[in-house]
């Protein structure tokens, strides 16, 4: 197994950085404001008390998946600004509470469990970093979204612990997990179409 994606030096390894993070940014912000404008409103006429704190088709869960399989940890800086740009954009009530610590934790834990859960795996032999010659391995990368998600629900769980009835602990962590890997591939799905509209064109 190989370990995180290339190593650079030098003006061209930064230049790649801010390419590769800006990549990262933008669509997360995108798919954030897609799932907060579109999947949202729909949630909440059906699942209301959860909607809150979960959603069931999370979009910038799969943009945490691809990207640390490509970039590994380096996309985590990137993730988490994402994250925050968007509570900033998306959410009306983040201008006046963006620095309270729950959210400050909320997006660590995000950002952190794709790269832990990937870690783990590849550890354990069973996942390995995107490589140039090496095409997508999808029930890798499904395996590490199912275990991100568990990781990632986990944390939002507790975090949010003090903030939430102990009856809605369970369906916030379930719709938490639900979501995670629908979004993962709501994401992939696009990624293959777009992958194939380049290639038609």
Do not use: N
């Given at each position: 197994?190989?370990p995180?994606?290339?190593?650079?030096?030098?003006?061209?390894?930064?230049?790649?950085?801010?390419?590769?993070?800006?990549?990262?940014?933008?669509?997360?912000?995108?798919?954030?404001?897609?799932?907060?404008?579109?999947?949202?409103?729909?949630?909440?006429?059906?699942?209301?008390?959860?909607?809150?704190?979960?959603?069931?088709?999370?979009?910038?869960?799969g943009v945490?998946?691809?990207?640390?399989?490509?970039?590994?940890?380096?996309?985590?800086?990137a993730?988490?600004?994402?994250?925050y740009?968007?509570?900033?954009?998306?959410?009306?009530?983040?201008?006046?509470?963006?620095?309270?610590p729950v959210?400050?934790?909320?997006?660590?834990?995000?950002?952190?469990?794709?790269?832990l859960?990937?870690?783990?795996?590849?550890?354990?032999g069973?996942?390995?970093y995107?490589?140039?010659?090496?095409?997508?391995?999808?029930?890798?990368?499904?395996?590490?979204?199912?275990?991100?998600?568990?990781?990632n629900?986990?944390?939002?769980?507790?975090v949010?612990?003090?903030?939430?009835?102990?009856?809605?602990?369970?369906?916030?962590?379930?719709?938490?997990a639900?979501?995670?890997v629908?979004?993962?591939?709501?994401?992939?799905l696009?990624?293959?179409?777009?992958?194939?509209?380049?290639?038609?064109?």
């Open positions: 197994m190989s995180a994606p290339g190593k650079t030096s030098g003006g061209s390894g930064l230049g790649r950085f801010a390419a590769m993070s800006g990549i990262v940014f933008v669509t997360y912000v995108l798919c954030h404001g897609l799932t907060a404008l579109l999947v949202t409103p729909l949630q909440h006429r059906i699942v209301s008390e959860v909607t809150v704190f979960a959603s069931l088709a999370y979009l910038p869960h945490r998946v691809m990207a640390v399989w490509i970039w590994g940890w380096r996309a985590v800086p993730l988490m600004l994402g994250a740009a968007s509570e900033l954009l998306f959410t009306p009530e983040a201008a006046s509470s963006i620095t309270e959210l400050f934790f909320s997006i660590l834990v995000g950002a952190l469990s794709a790269l859960g990937f870690e783990a795996l590849r550890i354990a069973l996942v390995d995107a490589g140039r010659d090496t095409p997508p391995r999808w029930p890798q990368i499904f395996l590490v979204g199912l275990v991100t998600s568990v990781l629900s986990l944390g939002q769980s507790f949010f612990s003090g903030q939430m009835a102990p009856e809605h602990w369970a369906p916030v962590m379930a719709v938490y639900l979501g995670d629908i979004g993962l591939c709501l994401v992939v696009g990624m293959v179409l777009i992958r194939r509209a380049l290639r038609a064109g």
